[in-house]
């Protein structure tokens, strides 16, 4: 990425909206978290002042909207926005299938990554 360079394109992006439901609790199990689902071992009795509370699964919904506005892509933890802005450069058509990449323009994270196959 740091070889990389900035040039303006005069974008012509179809609109587009993808929604993604992840259920996590194998992966968080998977991670070493396995305890927090075992009512055998689990212990949130910090938050309840009993050991009777287990967690069941986490769920992460994630939702990335392209239109005629701008963008917005909402997570649960957070909300992106992104304004548009009219640049004159070289036209770029996206007519064909595109992975995207949401990324935070401070610490250079991808906040959302995705995939668009059918236009």
């Given at each position: 990425?740091?070889?990389?360079?900035?040039?303006?394109?005069?974008?012509?992006?179809?609109k587009f909206k993808l929604v993604g439901e992840y259920k996590?609790?194998?992966p968080l199990s998977e991670l070493g978290a396995s305890k927090a689902f075992d009512g055998g071992h689990a212990d949130f009795s910090g938050i309840t002042g009993s050991r009777d509370l287990v967690i069941d699964d986490v769920v992460h919904k994630a939702v990335v909207e392209v239109n005629e506005e701008g963008?917005?892509?909402a997570g649960a933890t957070g909300v992106i926005f992104v304004e548009t802005i009219a640049v004159r450069g070289i036209p770029f058509v996206v007519d064909h299938?595109?992975?995207?990449f949401i990324r935070n323009r401070r610490t250079g994270d991808v906040l959302f990554a995705g995939q668009v196959n059918h236009l």
């Open positions: 990425m740091s070889k990389l360079s900035d040039t303006p394109v005069d974008l012509a992006l179809p996590l609790k194998r963008s917005e892509a299938p595109f992975l995207f």
